[in-house]
């Protein structure tokens, strides 16, 4: 049976490759997306910094690599996914709840956009998966697939679907998958090829929701919450540091290491 889906999103491309790529298939109805616009994230706030700064050198090389990855998809697939353009933080506003409470959708998915304070989590409780980039609980909050390369800690890549909840990436765990790592891979590539995976994942966890069966598996880690004043010229050094070495490290451990930070894994 075709779901009806709304999306929260934001409007870099990345976001754009996501809802471009969900409204092209024919399992799915998507009826709106709502997407914030870029005002206030990190980029934003980053661009008056000197061009030699190691912050934004990783953000100008983040947005090539989502060129590379998406541009070509999404200047060649038609928008059927019916796109509302918001400023960031308006998806509380009372009109946008209340327009999405009317259309009443089978699921909201919600994937980079603002934190939700509105009665969304009441109304469309059970029915609203958030997809945080991230491995949680082992990292929530901003930027969670960068500090695994700060720590070194390659396996901790991944995306999490979760049901939302009030909190900052504390729903509970539907699914999760790690990150596809290869030989020679950048930061940027290993996080897009993910966002690829992601929505593909996504589709697949849609079509089988009504019969998904609740995990009993639990990570019980507390986990660490970063913010974006922890994203430092430091930070990002340390991530660069060694990455090949870290990423073959990684790759011919990887059994070990994998089975030594557990994941929930929804069998979709």
Known sequence: MMKKIIILTG?????????????????????????????????????????????????????????????????????????????????????????????????????????????????????????????????????????????DKLSLIGTTFMHIDEGVDTGKIIHQIRANIIQGDSIHSIGNRLIQDSAKECLKLIKNFDSLKESKETTNIEGRVFKNKDFTEDSIQEAYKNLDRKINNYLENKRLIDKEFPIINASI
């Open 11 to 151: 409007s870099e491309l990345r976001h754009e490759f996501f809802r471009k790529y969900m409204s092209r298939q024919t399992s799915v109805k998507i009826d709106h997306t709502f997407c914030e616009s870029l005002k206030g994230n990190l980029a934003s706030k980053v661009k008056d910094e000197a061009k030699n700064s190691l912050r934004s050198k990783h953000l100008k090389d983040r947005e090539k690599s989502e060129i590379d990855f998406f541009e070509s998809f999404c200047q060649l697939t038609e928008d059927k996914s019916n796109p509302i353009f918001i400023e960031k933080g308006e998806i509380n506003l009372e009109k946008h709840v209340n327009k999405i409470i009317s259309l009443n959708p089978d699921l909201i998915i919600s994937y980079g956009c603002s934190i939700i304070r509105s009665d969304l989590l009441k109304v469309f409780s059970g029915r609203f998966i958030n997809i945080h980039l991230g491995l949680s609980p082992y990292y929530r909050g901003s930027g969670t697939n960068f500090w695994p390369f700060v720590e």
